[in-house]
């Protein structure tokens, strides 16, 4: 599986932008998707996770009401919309794939090379 992310870029706080991530290679495999970011001097967090039909979804508290995750599995292709951004939610954000394994069978995580988001305050 691989994942390429696009969408970053410079925004004003309170701003909006979109990220987008396209998946490629066996999708089939893919149970759930994600979002996380790392910000400078960061470890990396989870923002948002959606299962592979799209019936489920959790946030992090900190983009709870400003964020939403969504996907097209018809084209491969997992949102973020970002909305009312703030400048604390500069980072670098990356895509997650994640493939449940059978039992006794560690899952695999696939990852995008991330696109940057810089809110100006």
């Known amino acids: 599986v691989q994942l390429v992310e696009s969408g970053g870029g410079l925004v004003q706080a309170g701003g909006s932008l979109r990220l987008s991530c396209a998946a490629s290679?066996?999708?089939?495999?893919?149970?759930?998707m994600g979002w996380y970011r790392q910000a400078p001097g960061k470890q990396r967090e989870l923002v948002a996770v959606?299962?592979?039909?799209?019936?489920?979804?959790h946030y992090a508290d900190s983009v709870k009401g400003r964020f939403t995750i969504s996907r097209d599995n018809a084209k491969n292709t997992m949102y973020l919309q970002m909305n009312s951004l703030k400048s604390e939610d500069t980072a670098v954000y990356y895509c997650?794939?994640?493939?449940?394994?059978?039992?006794?069978?560690?899952?695999?995580?696939?990852w995008g090379k991330g696109t940057l988001v810089t809110v100006s305050s």
């Open positions: 997650n794939a994640v493939e449940i394994g059978p039992p006794g069978v560690h899952d695999m995580n696939y």
């Open positions: 959606i299962t592979n039909s799209g019936g489920s979804t």
């Open positions: 290679g066996s999708t089939f495999r893919i149970n759930a």
